[in-house]
């Protein structure tokens, strides 16, 4: 891999632009009348329209916590194919990268694949549903995000994985012209994730298209993203062109970074801090001046759903 720039994943999560910061310069601009539109001058293209508006899931709504603002959600962004400035993730990816038409491509081990445009991926599945997670990023900052989408598990069981499939990878588009910070060397671009065939079909793992009920803005990963609440946010891969069904684990992109900070599993949890910082509690965004922080849960508060999965695993080595 080259290694070209300041490799960003170095920084101490305390670096990371902060919510604060991101928060104040939006005012700033705003202020001096250069609001986000004025600003970006850009009409947002969405990919996946079909199916909007979703109905509530209310399996999954999380009575006790309060949705992000979705400013906050859909402007301070982790997404390093356009750069690593949280805060300019939204200007940059509706400067002319395309969404839309958006195909995926479903194939690997499996008896019945398929390409197709996401929309048509959406009627093939039956629609979208809305869906209240919680968001824990492995920077320590958290959200609760409404999301729309439909669970992986319907794809999965659409293109039938024979029985040598054992892992799904994801990966997302390569588009340097469009996208600037693919243009530098320090990823192995495309962005990769993967999982187990058991994660991808638990019942939490969603795709989704959509965040409150709109079509998900490019700069959360339009058209469509993973979502795998009780893991960190990284793996939550973005724009996903091709999900392949394959025997091995796929290496992921910060795993493929830096193997000795970034895992394969990176499940939630806050017995096994970064080697650089805790992971015991979080700062949630969106609470206020001084964000306030709170303890945060193994599998980010999903272990009822999940800790089944990783029985005899031990979780200090398989971080
Ligand atoms: N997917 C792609 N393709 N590229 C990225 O840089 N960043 C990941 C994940 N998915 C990323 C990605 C990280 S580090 C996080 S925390 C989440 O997306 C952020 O999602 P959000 O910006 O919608 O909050």
Same mark, same amino acid.
């Given at each position: 891999m080259r290694i070209l720039k300041k490799k960003s994943w170095e920084l101490p999560e305390s670096a990371v632009?902060?919510?604060?910061?991101?928060?104040?310069?939006?005012?700033?601009?705003?202020?001096?009348g250069l609001g986000s539109g004025a600003l970006l001058g850009q009409s947002i293209a969405h990919a996946a329209?079909?199916?909007?508006?979703?109905?509530?899931?209310?399996?999954?709504?999380?009575?006790?916590?309060?949705?992000?603002?979705?400013?906050?959600?859909?402007?301070?962004?982790?997404?390093?194919?356009f750069t690593t400035d949280k805060g300019d993730v939204q200007k940059l990816a509706n400067q002319g990268w395309q969404s839309e038409p958006w195909e995926i491509e479903i194939g690997g081990l499996v008896d019945k694949p398929m390409k197709l445009d996401v929309n048509d991926c959406i009627s093939k599945v039956g629609g979208i549903e809305q869906r209240v997670y919680r968001m824990r990023c492995v920077e320590a900052w958290s959200m609760v995000i409404p999301w729309d989408g439909f669970q992986l598990s319907k794809l999965i069981d659409l293109v039938q994985p024979n029985a040598k499939a054992k892992y799904v990878k994801f990966t997302s588009f390569y588009d340097p012209k469009s996208a600037p910070g693919q243009k530098s060397g320090s990823i192995d671009w495309p962005y990769v994730e993967g999982l187990t065939i058991a994660e991808a079909r638990n019942e939490l793992t &969603?795709?989704?298209?959509?965040? #409150? @009920?709109?079509?998900?803005?490019?700069?959360?990963?339009?058209?469509?993203? &993973?979502?795998?609440?009780?893991? #960190? @946010?990284?793996?939550?891969?973005?724009?996903?062109?091709k999900i392949e069904f394959v025997s091995k684990p796929p290496l992921n992109t910060w795993k493929a970074l830096q193997s000795r900070?970034?895992?394969?599993?990176?499940?939630?949890?806050?017995?096994v801090d970064h080697p650089r910082w805790s992971q015991a509690s979080e700062r949630v965004i969106g609470s206020g001046f001084f964000s306030s922080r709170k303890d945060t849960l193994m599998f980010n508060g999903y272990a009822e759903q999940v800790a089944s999965l990783y029985e005899g695993l031990d979780l200090r080595r398989n971080f």
């Open positions: 632009t902060s919510e604060q910061d991101f928060i104040n310069r939006r005012r700033f601009l705003k202020a001096v329209t079909s199916g909007f508006p979703s109905p509530l899931n209310s399996a999954y709504k999380l009575e006790d916590l309060e949705p992000t603002p979705y400013d906050l959600i859909k402007g301070y962004n982790n997404f390093y194919e &969603l795709l989704a298209t959509g965040i #409150y @009920g709109k079509p998900i803005p490019n700069q959360n990963g339009a058209p469509i993203r &993973l979502v795998v609440p009780w893991k #960190y @946010g990284f793996k939550g891969i973005k724009s996903i062109s900070e970034y895992g394969f599993y990176a499940n939630v949890n806050p017995e």
